[in-house]
């Protein structure tokens, strides 16, 4: 058995405010294989983007112990994240927007340089790269926010609903593009939704999170039928409705 690249053992918080104590996760457990891609969904407000915290060490858990286990041993320089918004800045082009992250650690070195320019050329981007950001479309922009997160070769990526602030439309072909991108770079990604299509046409297994204090109900692997590389393949395969239906009834229990 593979030795977890994450590891999260009975981890308890809550945030303490003036109006009192709010419990956010309660003794939860959870691990991430190498390769893996798992999706966390859950009510609003249960505690997703808290786990989120926790992992990369912003906040520290009251209760338990959150480890990385790679031939390195991690730093935080090795997660990676995208968030809802795109972050992007508008002073520069999206070009020097995508080595904003290798400058500040760096790493800009020709060879990094030229994978930026390389995954431009790839996704589409390569014609706009001069241009600022507001010039480009929401789902361009999203591209160029995960190309400057690939660029800095994280171990792990974790995705906050990246896809949240799209267009039904864009986000759909948006969503596949980038899962088809992630899937080519054999990342480990911890995929935060509320959009249970996209959980299950991304993922290789959904975590369904309680009501705060969040803990996980049930764990859903999940394995498609797809064919061909029509962005809505995953969505159209036949297995698809039920693994819909499982979440819907997981969630509606709630
Ligand atoms: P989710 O991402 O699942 O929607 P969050 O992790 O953002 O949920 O928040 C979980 C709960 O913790 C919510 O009830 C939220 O109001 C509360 N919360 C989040 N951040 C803070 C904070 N900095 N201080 C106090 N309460 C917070
Ligand atoms: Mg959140």
Redesign the pocket.
Known sequence: MATPLLSIQNVSYA?H?FQGE?S?LKNLSMELYPGEFVAVV??????????L?LITGLIKPEEGEIKFATKTGMETTKLGYMLQKDHLFEWRSVFDNALLGLEITGKLTEENIDYVAEAFKEYGLWDFKDQKPSELSGGMRQRVALIRTLALSPELLLL?EPFSALDYQTRLSVSADIGRIIRNSKKTVLL?THDLSEAISLSDKVLV?SQ?P?NIKNEIPISLSIEGNHPLAARNAPEFNHYFNLLWEELSNE
């Open positions: 945030y405010t709010t956010v859950g009510p609003s407000g249960c505690g997703k983007s808290t786990l915290s906050d935060i999170f705060r969040a």
